[in-house]
């Protein structure tokens, strides 16, 4: 987990800020040590006194998703999105939350509000053409999963899901593009798509 020290009005809320910084320090050492829980009683002890301390609950909110816990990294990264409406980053942690939960709605909701934050999140166009497959929006997902597919080229979940998107909406000729282009960086990928689909693509060389 990679997250950033944030100032906070801690003198105001009857925590000094030496105290604050400290507390944070101390749950990053246990953190590194792998001791989650002890790292989670601090989190939850500057919470008690800082109820918005964004970077306590991004942190309760990563240590839940580890533990398997959804619903409370739902609540804890809903808190984080409320009180950083223009981060993409919470935005997108908390769609990617929902959209695990299937709540299908909220995640298309955060995606697209961390994409008119940032229209160069390659992950959100991701998880957005993810949820928009979903919900039967295909034409939809395959603009979404193109937008991701220009913004990280090397990556080939994009282009995975694009050639199946295609595949579902009958149009052969564009998923084996798609997968003669894959051919070119990750052959395992191309030969995956031609089991699943049963379209052969051979090789320009």
Avoid: C
């Avoid at 919470?47 to 240590?63: I, K, Q, T, W």
């Avoid at 913004?151 to 003669?180: C, N, T």
């Amino acid at each position: 987990m990679s997250v950033t020290i944030r100032r906070s009005n801690a003198s105001a809320s009857g925590m000094g800020r030496v105290a604050y910084f400290a507390a944070q320090w101390k749950a990053r050492i246990l953190l590194v040590l792998g001791l989650r829980e002890r790292a989670t009683t601090v989190f939850l002890d500057v919470l008690a006194r800082l109820p918005d301390d964004v970077y306590s609950l991004n942190s309760l909110a990563y240590g839940a998703l580890q533990t398997g816990n959804r619903v409370l990294a739902a609540n804890y990264f809903e808190r984080v999105a409320f009180l950083s409406p223009k981060s993409a980053d919470a935005h997108f942690n908390l769609a990617f939350v929902a959209e695990e939960l299937g709540r299908l709605e909220a995640a298309e909701s955060g995606f697209r509000a961390a994409i008119e934050l940032n229209d160069k999140l390659d992950r959100a166009w991701y998880g957005l053409g993810l949820v928009l497959v979903r919900q039967g929006r295909l034409d939809e997902a395959l603009v979404a999963l193109k937008r991701n597919t220009k913004l990280q080229p090397m990556s080939p979940f994009g282009w995975y899901q694009l050639a199946r998107v295609h595949v579902d909406l009958a149009q052969p000729e564009e998923a084996r593009a798609v997968i003669l282009h894959l051919k070119g960086f990750e052959p395992k990928v191309a030969a995956q798509l031609e089991r699943e689909t049963g379209l052969k693509v051979r090789n320009l060389i």
